[in-house]
């Protein structure tokens, strides 16, 4: 099993910054990707940024592109999602993700099937 703790998240004003974290415990030798996702009120959750463990290699969604990164500490199993720039749409409940990618290469997962493991979520609030 692993276990993923998401925190960081809170009130912020549209513009301002904002640092995600996620803490993975447990059997961490099952997964070998991390990613991001949210959701906001009445829409489905959409994918947000992602990271191979070994490698580096990242994927961003459009709508985050230079304005999030993604960054990773393999040492401490954790994963950040420093973000920039917010603006009111950003506002929704940040999940994260761990999953076991058989993709070629530094292939990232960017779909929510793709991931076996999620945290119970952390709220980021963008107000105008």
């Known amino acids: 099993q692993v276990q993923l703790a998401e925190s960081g998240g809170g009130l912020v004003q549209a513009g301002g910054s904002l640092r995600l974290s996620c803490a993975a415990s447990?059997?961490?030798?099952?997964?070998?990707?991390m990613g991001w996702f949210r959701q906001a009120p009445g829409k489905v959750r959409e994918f947000v940024a992602a990271?191979?463990?070994?490698?580096?290699?990242?994927y961003f969604a459009d709508s985050v592109k230079g304005r999030f990164t993604i960054s990773r500490d393999n040492d401490k199993n954790m994963m950040y999602l420093p973000m920039s720039r917010l603006k009111s749409e950003d506002t929704a409940v940040y999940y994260c993700?761990?999953?076991?990618?058989?993709?070629?290469?530094?292939?990232?997962?960017?779909?929510?099937?793709?991931?076996?493991?999620w945290g119970q979520g952390t709220q980021v609030t963008v107000s105008p």
């Open positions: 447990g059997h961490t030798f099952s997964w070998n990707a």
């Open positions: 993700a761990a999953g076991l990618s058989y993709g070629s290469g530094q292939y990232v997962p960017r779909f929510g099937y793709e991931y076996a493991y």
């Open positions: 990271v191979r463990w070994s490698g580096g290699s990242r």
